[in-house]
Protein backbone atom coordinates (compact mmCIF):
# COMPACT_ATOMS: atom_id res chain seq x y z
CA UNK A 1 0.00 0.00 0.00
CA UNK A 2 1.21 3.48 -0.71
CA UNK A 3 2.05 5.55 2.49
CA UNK A 4 -0.27 8.95 2.60
CA UNK A 5 1.33 11.99 3.39
CA UNK A 6 -0.03 13.91 6.69
CA UNK A 7 -2.14 16.43 6.15
CA UNK A 8 -5.03 18.46 7.15
CA UNK A 9 -8.22 17.60 5.34
CA UNK A 10 -11.64 19.90 5.22
CA UNK A 11 -14.06 17.19 5.37
CA UNK A 12 -14.29 13.43 4.85
CA UNK A 13 -15.19 13.72 1.34
CA UNK A 14 -11.68 14.53 0.83
CA UNK A 15 -10.33 11.58 2.81
CA UNK A 16 -12.42 9.25 1.05
CA UNK A 17 -11.13 10.98 -2.19
CA UNK A 18 -7.27 10.38 -1.08
CA UNK A 19 -7.93 7.02 -0.01
CA UNK A 20 -9.57 5.94 -3.20
CA UNK A 21 -6.50 7.63 -4.72
CA UNK A 22 -3.53 6.20 -3.10
CA UNK A 23 -5.38 3.12 -1.69
CA UNK A 24 -7.72 2.02 -4.12
CA UNK A 25 -6.96 3.17 -7.67
CA UNK A 26 -4.67 1.34 -9.86
CA UNK A 27 -1.71 2.16 -11.20
CA UNK A 28 -1.85 2.59 -15.10
CA UNK A 29 1.86 1.66 -15.84
CA UNK A 30 1.51 -1.20 -14.15
CA UNK A 31 -1.71 -1.89 -15.31
CA UNK A 32 -0.87 -1.95 -18.58
CA UNK A 33 2.44 -3.70 -18.03
CA UNK A 34 0.65 -7.00 -16.64
CA UNK A 35 -1.76 -7.00 -18.69
CA UNK A 36 1.09 -6.81 -21.81
CA UNK A 37 2.16 -10.38 -19.45
CA UNK A 38 -0.78 -11.46 -19.25
CA UNK A 39 -1.74 -11.55 -22.83
CA UNK A 40 1.51 -12.86 -24.01
CA UNK A 41 1.98 -15.75 -21.39
CA UNK A 42 -1.94 -16.61 -22.07
CA UNK A 43 -2.03 -16.63 -25.90
CA UNK A 44 1.27 -19.29 -25.92
CA UNK A 45 -0.26 -21.02 -23.13
CA UNK A 46 -3.36 -21.75 -24.97
CA UNK A 47 -1.28 -22.85 -27.98
CA UNK A 48 0.61 -25.42 -26.47
CA UNK A 49 -3.21 -26.48 -24.82
CA UNK A 50 -4.36 -26.79 -28.57
CA UNK A 51 -1.10 -28.81 -29.62
CA UNK A 52 -1.57 -31.21 -26.97
CA UNK A 53 -5.12 -32.26 -26.63
CA UNK A 54 -6.94 -32.46 -30.15
CA UNK A 55 -10.38 -32.20 -28.07
CA UNK A 56 -9.50 -29.25 -26.87
CA UNK A 57 -8.52 -27.83 -30.35
CA UNK A 58 -11.50 -29.41 -31.56
CA UNK A 59 -13.77 -27.25 -29.39
CA UNK A 60 -12.00 -24.13 -30.75
CA UNK A 61 -11.15 -22.52 -27.35
CA UNK A 62 -11.51 -18.85 -27.08
CA UNK A 63 -10.41 -16.53 -24.14
CA UNK A 64 -12.81 -13.66 -22.74
CA UNK A 65 -11.66 -11.27 -20.00
CA UNK A 66 -14.05 -11.01 -17.45
CA UNK A 67 -13.81 -10.56 -13.25
CA UNK A 68 -13.06 -8.36 -11.18
CA UNK A 69 -10.64 -5.98 -12.72
CA UNK A 70 -12.23 -6.17 -16.23
CA UNK A 71 -15.28 -4.89 -14.09
CA UNK A 72 -13.57 -2.02 -12.92
CA UNK A 73 -14.03 -3.31 -9.65
CA UNK A 74 -10.37 -4.43 -8.39
CA UNK A 75 -8.70 -2.90 -5.33
CA UNK A 76 -4.98 -2.10 -5.01
CA UNK A 77 -2.90 -4.11 -7.81
CA UNK A 78 -3.66 -5.85 -10.99
CA UNK A 79 -2.02 -8.76 -10.25
CA UNK A 80 -5.38 -11.19 -9.91
CA UNK A 81 -7.59 -11.96 -13.31
CA UNK A 82 -10.31 -14.30 -13.66
CA UNK A 83 -10.29 -15.19 -17.69
CA UNK A 84 -13.03 -17.41 -19.02
CA UNK A 85 -12.08 -20.24 -21.24
CA UNK A 86 -15.11 -20.42 -23.41
CA UNK A 87 -15.77 -23.57 -25.47
CA UNK A 88 -17.91 -25.08 -28.26
CA UNK A 89 -19.34 -28.71 -28.58
CA UNK A 90 -19.91 -29.29 -32.40
CA UNK A 91 -23.65 -30.16 -32.11
CA UNK A 92 -26.65 -28.33 -31.90
CA UNK A 93 -26.89 -26.59 -29.12
CA UNK A 94 -30.89 -26.00 -28.95
CA UNK A 95 -31.08 -30.20 -28.34
CA UNK A 96 -29.25 -29.69 -25.53
CA UNK A 97 -31.37 -29.31 -22.04
CA UNK A 98 -30.40 -27.40 -18.95
CA UNK A 99 -32.70 -28.66 -16.42
CA UNK A 100 -32.96 -26.67 -13.06
CA UNK A 101 -36.23 -29.21 -11.92
CA UNK A 102 -34.13 -31.09 -8.66
CA UNK A 103 -31.75 -28.51 -8.10
CA UNK A 104 -31.15 -25.42 -6.25
CA UNK A 105 -30.98 -21.57 -6.99
CA UNK A 106 -28.49 -20.68 -9.82
CA UNK A 107 -27.38 -24.29 -10.24
CA UNK A 108 -28.60 -26.74 -13.76
CA UNK A 109 -28.11 -29.82 -15.42
CA UNK A 110 -26.77 -30.39 -18.48
CA UNK A 111 -28.33 -32.98 -20.33
CA UNK A 112 -27.07 -33.63 -23.58
CA UNK A 113 -28.29 -35.06 -26.05
CA UNK A 114 -27.70 -38.28 -28.55
CA UNK A 115 -25.64 -36.40 -31.30
CA UNK A 116 -23.29 -36.09 -27.86
CA UNK A 117 -22.44 -39.26 -27.60
CA UNK A 118 -21.94 -40.39 -31.13
CA UNK A 119 -19.50 -38.10 -31.67
CA UNK A 120 -17.13 -40.58 -29.45
CA UNK A 121 -17.56 -43.26 -31.85
CA UNK A 122 -18.13 -41.54 -35.05
CA UNK A 123 -14.53 -42.34 -36.96
CA UNK A 124 -14.24 -38.46 -38.26
CA UNK A 125 -14.94 -36.94 -33.97
CA UNK A 126 -13.21 -40.04 -32.46
CA UNK A 127 -9.94 -38.68 -34.21
CA UNK A 128 -9.82 -35.38 -32.75
CA UNK A 129 -9.93 -36.22 -29.69
CA UNK A 130 -14.06 -37.21 -28.81
CA UNK A 131 -13.08 -40.48 -27.16
CA UNK A 132 -12.34 -39.02 -24.32
CA UNK A 133 -15.81 -37.83 -24.19
CA UNK A 134 -17.45 -41.11 -23.80
CA UNK A 135 -17.58 -41.31 -19.83
CA UNK A 136 -18.51 -37.69 -19.12
CA UNK A 137 -22.15 -38.25 -18.57
CA UNK A 138 -24.01 -40.65 -16.41
CA UNK A 139 -26.98 -43.07 -17.49
CA UNK A 140 -29.55 -40.30 -17.77
CA UNK A 141 -26.86 -38.63 -19.96
CA UNK A 142 -26.05 -35.73 -17.33
CA UNK A 143 -22.67 -34.01 -17.96
CA UNK A 144 -20.63 -35.06 -15.40
CA UNK A 145 -18.74 -31.76 -13.47
CA UNK A 146 -16.17 -34.13 -12.36
CA UNK A 147 -15.00 -35.86 -15.21
CA UNK A 148 -14.88 -32.51 -17.35
CA UNK A 149 -12.61 -31.02 -14.66
CA UNK A 150 -10.51 -33.38 -14.81
CA UNK A 151 -10.21 -33.85 -18.04
CA UNK A 152 -9.34 -29.77 -18.20
CA UNK A 153 -6.95 -30.29 -15.46
CA UNK A 154 -5.06 -33.01 -17.44
CA UNK A 155 -4.83 -30.82 -21.09
CA UNK A 156 -3.32 -27.58 -18.42
CA UNK A 157 -0.85 -30.92 -17.19
CA UNK A 158 -0.23 -31.75 -20.37
CA UNK A 159 1.05 -27.91 -21.72
CA UNK A 160 3.09 -27.71 -18.97
CA UNK A 161 4.76 -31.23 -19.40
CA UNK A 162 6.36 -29.60 -22.49
CA UNK A 163 7.70 -26.54 -20.56
CA UNK A 164 11.21 -27.22 -18.87
CA UNK A 165 11.54 -26.65 -15.44
CA UNK A 166 14.00 -24.63 -12.87
CA UNK A 167 14.02 -23.84 -9.31
CA UNK A 168 10.05 -26.19 -9.46
CA UNK A 169 8.86 -23.59 -11.62
CA UNK A 170 8.19 -24.28 -15.34
CA UNK A 171 9.57 -22.13 -17.66
CA UNK A 172 7.82 -20.44 -21.00
CA UNK A 173 9.99 -18.73 -22.98
CA UNK A 174 8.20 -16.12 -25.50
CA UNK A 175 10.17 -13.57 -27.36
CA UNK A 176 13.15 -13.81 -25.71
CA UNK A 177 11.27 -12.63 -22.78
CA UNK A 178 11.65 -15.79 -19.67
CA UNK A 179 8.64 -16.40 -17.93
CA UNK A 180 8.03 -18.92 -14.46
CA UNK A 181 4.40 -20.66 -14.21
CA UNK A 182 3.35 -22.98 -11.89
CA UNK A 183 -0.60 -24.65 -11.74
CA UNK A 184 -2.90 -25.67 -9.60
CA UNK A 185 -6.69 -26.49 -9.83
CA UNK A 186 -9.00 -23.98 -7.66
CA UNK A 187 -12.61 -24.35 -7.81
CA UNK A 188 -14.07 -23.97 -10.84
CA UNK A 189 -10.88 -23.14 -12.47
CA UNK A 190 -7.08 -23.83 -12.92
CA UNK A 191 -4.99 -21.01 -11.44
CA UNK A 192 -1.67 -20.12 -13.53
CA UNK A 193 0.69 -17.69 -11.50
CA UNK A 194 3.09 -15.89 -13.56
CA UNK A 195 6.58 -15.10 -12.24
CA UNK A 196 8.29 -12.35 -13.80
CA UNK A 197 11.21 -10.94 -11.70
CA UNK A 198 9.73 -9.98 -8.47
CA UNK A 199 6.19 -9.15 -10.33
CA UNK A 200 3.46 -11.79 -9.34
CA UNK A 201 0.65 -12.89 -11.32
CA UNK A 202 -2.62 -15.27 -10.53
CA UNK A 203 -4.70 -15.81 -13.49
CA UNK A 204 -7.86 -17.98 -12.80
CA UNK A 205 -8.82 -19.72 -15.97
CA UNK A 206 -12.22 -20.73 -16.31
CA UNK A 207 -13.32 -23.51 -18.34
CA UNK A 208 -17.46 -22.34 -19.60
CA UNK A 209 -19.92 -22.89 -21.86
CA UNK A 210 -21.62 -20.04 -23.28
CA UNK A 211 -25.48 -20.05 -24.55
CA UNK A 212 -28.08 -17.40 -25.37
CA UNK A 213 -31.44 -16.64 -24.31
CA UNK A 214 -34.13 -17.94 -27.11
CA UNK A 215 -35.61 -13.86 -27.05
CA UNK A 216 -32.22 -12.30 -27.44
CA UNK A 217 -30.80 -11.83 -30.81
CA UNK A 218 -29.66 -14.44 -33.69
CA UNK A 219 -27.78 -17.06 -32.28
CA UNK A 220 -26.80 -20.53 -32.78
CA UNK A 221 -26.60 -21.35 -28.80
CA UNK A 222 -30.07 -20.62 -27.87
CA UNK A 223 -31.59 -22.06 -25.00
CA UNK A 224 -33.42 -21.80 -22.72
CA UNK A 225 -33.46 -23.18 -18.34
CA UNK A 226 -35.91 -25.33 -17.36
CA UNK A 227 -37.84 -24.53 -13.85
CA UNK A 228 -34.94 -22.29 -13.16
CA UNK A 229 -35.18 -20.37 -9.84
CA UNK A 230 -33.45 -17.47 -11.75
CA UNK A 231 -35.83 -14.99 -13.17
CA UNK A 232 -34.93 -14.83 -17.14
CA UNK A 233 -37.53 -12.67 -18.17
CA UNK A 234 -35.86 -9.99 -16.06
CA UNK A 235 -34.94 -6.73 -18.27
CA UNK A 236 -31.57 -6.98 -17.64
CA UNK A 237 -31.80 -9.84 -20.36
CA UNK A 238 -32.92 -7.81 -22.82
CA UNK A 239 -30.14 -6.73 -24.31
CA UNK A 240 -27.66 -9.14 -22.63
CA UNK A 241 -28.76 -12.45 -23.84
CA UNK A 242 -25.33 -14.46 -22.99
CA UNK A 243 -25.07 -16.62 -20.37
CA UNK A 244 -22.41 -19.37 -18.90
CA UNK A 245 -22.35 -22.29 -16.57
CA UNK A 246 -18.86 -23.30 -14.95
CA UNK A 247 -18.02 -26.48 -13.49
CA UNK A 248 -18.10 -25.20 -10.24
CA UNK A 249 -17.62 -28.36 -7.62
CA UNK A 250 -20.60 -29.03 -5.40
CA UNK A 251 -21.81 -32.18 -3.53
CA UNK A 252 -23.56 -32.89 -6.46
CA UNK A 253 -21.18 -33.45 -9.41
CA UNK A 254 -23.74 -33.38 -12.46
CA UNK A 255 -24.39 -29.47 -11.02
CA UNK A 256 -23.43 -26.85 -12.91
CA UNK A 257 -23.37 -22.88 -12.26
CA UNK A 258 -25.24 -20.51 -14.32
CA UNK A 259 -23.38 -17.01 -14.45
CA UNK A 260 -24.41 -13.77 -15.59
CA UNK A 261 -20.83 -11.52 -15.97
CA UNK A 262 -22.38 -9.50 -18.83
CA UNK A 263 -26.11 -8.80 -17.40
CA UNK A 264 -23.70 -7.38 -13.90
CA UNK A 265 -21.87 -5.42 -15.67
CA UNK A 266 -24.23 -3.42 -17.71
CA UNK A 267 -26.00 -2.89 -14.13
CA UNK A 268 -22.73 -0.96 -12.94
CA UNK A 269 -22.68 0.75 -16.57
CA UNK A 270 -23.12 4.64 -16.20
CA UNK A 271 -23.45 4.41 -12.51
CA UNK A 272 -20.69 6.88 -11.38
CA UNK A 273 -19.82 6.38 -8.05
CA UNK A 274 -21.08 3.26 -7.85
CA UNK A 275 -17.64 1.47 -8.42
CA UNK A 276 -15.74 3.85 -6.33
CA UNK A 277 -17.98 3.20 -3.28
CA UNK A 278 -17.75 -0.57 -4.04
CA UNK A 279 -14.16 -0.53 -4.16
CA UNK A 280 -14.20 1.56 -1.10
CA UNK A 281 -16.30 -1.17 0.99
CA UNK A 282 -14.31 -3.99 -0.18
CA UNK A 283 -11.21 -2.40 1.11
CA UNK A 284 -12.72 -1.74 4.61
CA UNK A 285 -13.48 -5.27 4.39
CA UNK A 286 -10.16 -6.31 3.88
CA UNK A 287 -8.12 -3.86 6.23
CA UNK A 288 -10.96 -5.13 9.27
CA UNK A 289 -10.18 -9.04 8.18
CA UNK A 290 -13.27 -10.01 7.26
CA UNK A 291 -12.07 -12.82 5.40
CA UNK A 292 -15.58 -14.78 4.80
CA UNK A 293 -17.38 -11.74 3.41
CA UNK A 294 -16.74 -12.59 -0.34
CA UNK A 295 -16.46 -9.88 -3.16
CA UNK A 296 -19.65 -11.05 -4.58
CA UNK A 297 -21.71 -10.46 -1.40
CA UNK A 298 -20.49 -6.93 -1.53
CA UNK A 299 -21.39 -6.81 -4.93
CA UNK A 300 -24.51 -7.99 -4.79
CA UNK A 301 -25.39 -5.97 -2.25
CA UNK A 302 -24.56 -2.66 -4.71
CA UNK A 303 -26.57 -4.76 -7.27
CA UNK A 304 -29.66 -4.98 -5.65
CA UNK A 305 -29.77 -1.01 -4.34
CA UNK A 306 -28.98 -0.12 -7.53
CA UNK A 307 -31.77 -1.99 -9.02
CA UNK A 308 -34.29 -0.13 -6.23
CA UNK A 309 -32.65 3.50 -6.71
CA UNK A 310 -32.32 5.83 -9.39
CA UNK A 311 -29.31 7.00 -11.33
CA UNK A 312 -29.73 10.41 -9.47
CA UNK A 313 -28.12 8.30 -6.20
CA UNK A 314 -25.06 7.30 -7.66
CA UNK A 315 -24.58 11.07 -8.35
CA UNK A 316 -24.01 11.60 -4.83
CA UNK A 317 -20.84 12.13 -2.98
CA UNK A 318 -18.54 9.06 -1.98
CA UNK A 319 -18.48 9.79 1.28
CA UNK A 320 -22.63 10.08 1.76
CA UNK A 321 -22.46 6.61 -0.69
CA UNK A 322 -19.74 4.61 1.65
CA UNK A 323 -21.44 5.43 4.53
CA UNK A 324 -25.09 4.75 3.31
CA UNK A 325 -23.58 1.31 1.82
CA UNK A 326 -22.00 0.23 5.36
CA UNK A 327 -25.30 0.88 7.14
CA UNK A 328 -26.89 -1.19 4.45
CA UNK A 329 -23.76 -4.05 4.73
CA UNK A 330 -24.59 -3.86 8.89
CA UNK A 331 -27.76 -4.07 8.80
CA UNK A 332 -27.94 -7.26 6.54
CA UNK A 333 -25.34 -8.91 8.70
CA UNK A 334 -27.15 -8.26 11.97
CA UNK A 335 -29.86 -10.42 9.63
CA UNK A 336 -27.48 -12.63 8.56
CA UNK A 337 -29.44 -12.56 4.63
CA UNK A 338 -28.03 -10.79 1.62
CA UNK A 339 -29.93 -12.48 -1.53
CA UNK A 340 -28.44 -13.93 -4.70
CA UNK A 341 -29.36 -10.85 -7.38
CA UNK A 342 -30.39 -13.39 -9.69
CA UNK A 343 -32.02 -16.21 -7.48
CA UNK A 344 -33.27 -14.12 -4.46
CA UNK A 345 -34.02 -17.41 -3.05
CA UNK A 346 -30.63 -18.23 -2.14
CA UNK A 347 -29.31 -16.29 0.41
CA UNK A 348 -25.21 -15.88 0.32
CA UNK A 349 -24.91 -15.70 3.65
CA UNK A 350 -26.37 -18.99 4.78
CA UNK A 351 -23.22 -20.73 5.15
CA UNK A 352 -21.82 -17.71 7.64
CA UNK A 353 -21.76 -18.61 11.27
CA UNK A 354 -24.60 -16.81 12.71
CA UNK A 355 -22.11 -15.16 15.40
CA UNK A 356 -19.71 -14.33 13.00
CA UNK A 357 -22.14 -11.71 11.15
CA UNK A 358 -23.39 -10.31 14.68
CA UNK A 359 -19.43 -9.23 15.14
CA UNK A 360 -19.07 -7.98 11.40
CA UNK A 361 -22.42 -6.21 12.05
CA UNK A 362 -21.36 -4.82 15.72
CA UNK A 363 -18.04 -3.97 14.26
CA UNK A 364 -19.40 -1.55 11.85
CA UNK A 365 -21.80 0.03 14.09
CA UNK A 366 -18.73 0.78 16.00
CA UNK A 367 -16.73 2.69 13.10
CA UNK A 368 -19.81 3.88 11.53
CA UNK A 369 -20.80 5.22 15.12
CA UNK A 370 -16.90 6.82 15.09
CA UNK A 371 -17.14 8.00 11.86
CA UNK A 372 -20.53 10.37 12.97
CA UNK A 373 -19.03 11.93 16.22
CA UNK A 374 -15.90 12.93 14.80
CA UNK A 375 -16.25 13.48 10.69
CA UNK A 376 -16.82 17.35 11.71
CA UNK A 377 -14.17 18.09 13.89
CA UNK A 378 -11.51 14.82 13.10
CA UNK A 379 -12.56 13.99 9.37
CA UNK A 380 -8.70 11.71 9.27
CA UNK A 381 -10.73 9.48 11.60
CA UNK A 382 -11.19 7.54 8.20
CA UNK A 383 -7.77 6.31 7.68
CA UNK A 384 -7.71 4.48 10.78
CA UNK A 385 -10.82 2.39 9.65
CA UNK A 386 -10.08 2.25 5.92
CA UNK A 387 -6.57 2.07 5.47
CA UNK A 388 -4.01 -1.04 6.77
CA UNK A 389 -1.66 1.39 8.68
CA UNK A 390 -4.01 3.76 10.64
CA UNK A 391 -3.43 7.76 9.16
CA UNK A 392 -2.30 9.65 13.12
CA UNK A 393 -5.73 9.69 14.44
CA UNK A 394 -7.27 9.30 17.98
Known amino acids: ????????????????????????????????????VLRTVLAEILKIMRECDPLFD?????????????????????????????????????????????????YTNVILPSEFRRLCKSTTTSKKGFTKTELWCDSTHRLSVVKFRSWMQSVVDSAFSKLPISNGRHVLKVKNIIYELTAKMS????????????NIIDVDLVPTFAFDL??????????????????????????????????????????????????????????????????????LRDTQRFHKLASYYIKSLFLWEARSQNDEFWMKSLSDLVI??????????????????????????????????????????????????????????????FTVKPFNVN
Request: aromatic fraction near 12%; glycine fraction near 2%.
Open 1 to 36: MKTTKKKQFKNIEEVFLQINHDYVKINKRESKRNNL
Open 58 to 106: SMKPRLDYLGSYYDGLRVGHPTEFDINVILKLPINYSNIKLDCTKTEYD
Open 187 to 198: GPANTITIYKNT
Open 214 to 283: PSGKKSKTKIKCLNSAVNFHREEFEYNSRYFIVPKPTRDEYLWRLTFPFQERACMKKQNNFKSALKLIKL
Open 324 to 385: YMLKKLRDHLASKEIKNYWCSENNLLEKLKHETCINWSNKLSHIINDIDQKKYHNPSIIFKY
